[in-house]
Nanobody, 125 residues
């Protein structure tokens, strides 16, 4: 089992920044790839970014490329999503998820075995 807890969400003006954290406990976090997803009310989860277990490979959906950066610190059992130049359309609940098989590039939710509870990000215009 891997338990994931997101933090760092909040209310920010357009153009601002937030840094989300995903703290893991349980099994060896460093053996899991991590994906970040977001979900707006009434919509499906959307893949935002992913990172391999080593941190050597990262993946982004087109709408966040150049604005968001995914990283991890395996010594701290934590993954991060740095979000810059935020836009109102980035407003959603953000989730981190762990995948013990893939490399963090999977955009579909069924690839991931463990999920956090989510953190709300609201970007005002």
């Amino acid at each position: 089992q891997v338990q994931l807890v997101e933090s760092g969400g909040g209310l920010v003006q357009a153009g601002g920044s937030l840094r989300l954290s995903c703290a893991a406990s349980g099994r060896t976090f460093s053996s899991y790839a991590v994906g970040w997803f977001r979900q707006e009310p009434g919509k499906e989860h959307e893949f935002v970014a992913g990172i391999s277990w080593s941190g050597d490979s990262t993946y982004y959906t087109d709408s966040v490329k150049g604005r968001f950066t995914v990283s991890r610190d395996n010594a701290k059992n934590t993954a991060y999503l740095q979000m810059n130049s935020l836009k109102p359309e980035d407003t959603a609940v953000y989730y981190c998820a762990a995948d013990g098989i893939g490399d963090g590039s999977a955009w579909y939710t069924t690839e991931y075995q463990y999920w956090g509870q989510g953190t709300q990000v609201t970007v005002s215009s």
